[in-house]
């Protein structure tokens, strides 16, 4: 079964930072692009991020870009997203997501989600 | 940045009817590199068509997809009372990869 689990988000303070991951089974994650959109309560739905199967191209939204780094490892199959300076507009729902093809420039469509992890930023 | 608008905002149909939802972009979307994705309560996105209208494995055929340029639509044939949910328009041709902010189509 194919399949993306979400994990590490929580409740953190404005200005502080949470390592989200995203474990991957049941394709070969080296084949995808990688992406994490979020989904404030309530509201639709924005990319947050997009990596290639080899890291060699990542892309940002400009709302996170400079606060947020996104990684992967292929060896693990799994994918992280470092948030630096949260802000209380960062609270969302927050989804790994796999690309039909192999790097966000090339982009099909995103054909797997997970479940999300919800992230509160509040004091 | 391309911002996608969708419309209706709502749309109330009875099981049987056949649905039309509608997304503009602001700029051409280039190569057609367009989504639409289905949201049922509680629940991850699907991706139901991609490409302005290829349907991956599994998707219905009653589902179906048209446009380029900067008009695209959705259409649902033989609504079924599952197909309640909200449907967003994605165009990925062009970073920062943006979204529609949803039809509700409630049945």
């Known amino acids: 079964e194919v399949q993306l689990v979400e994990s590490g988000g929580g409740l953190v303070q404005p200005g502080r930072s949470l390592r989200l991951s995203c474990a991957a089974s049941?394709?070969?994650?080296?084949?995808?692009?990688m992406h994490w959109v979020r989904q404030a309560p309530g509201k639709g739905l924005e990319w947050v991020s997009g990596?290639?199967?080899?890291?060699?191209?990542?892309v940002y939204a400009d709302s996170v870009r400079g606060r947020f780094s996104v990684s992967r490892d292929n060896a693990k199959n799994s994918l992280w997203l470092q948030m630096n300076s949260l802000r209380p507009d960062d609270t969302a729902l927050y989804y790994c997501?796999?690309?039909?093809?192999?790097?966000?420039?090339?982009?099909?469509?995103?054909?797997?989600w997970g479940q999300g992890t919800v992230v509160t930023v509040s004091s | 940045e391309i911002v996608l608008t969708q419309s209706p905002g709502t749309l109330s149909l009875s099981p049987g009817e056949r649905a039309s939802l509608s997304c503009r972009a602001s700029?051409?979307?280039?190569?057609?590199?367009f989504a639409w994705y289905q949201q049922r309560p509680g629940r991850a996105p699907r991706l139901l068509i991609y490409g302005a209208s290829y349907r991956p494995t599994g998707i219905p055929d009653r589902f179906s997809g048209s446009g380029s340029g900067t008009d695209f639509t959705l259409t649902i044939s033989r609504l079924e009372p599952e197909d309640s949910a909200i449907f967003y328009c994605q165009q990925y041709g062009s970073l920062p990869f943006t979204f529609g902010q949803g039809t509700k189509l409630e049945i």
């Open positions: 990596i290639s199967w080899n890291s060699g191209t990542i």
């Open positions: 997501v796999k690309d039909l093809r192999w790097d966000p420039l090339d982009s099909h469509g995103f054909d797997v």
């Open positions: 700029q051409s979307v280039p190569r057609s590199e």
């Open positions: 049941g394709f070969n994650f080296i084949d995808s692009a």
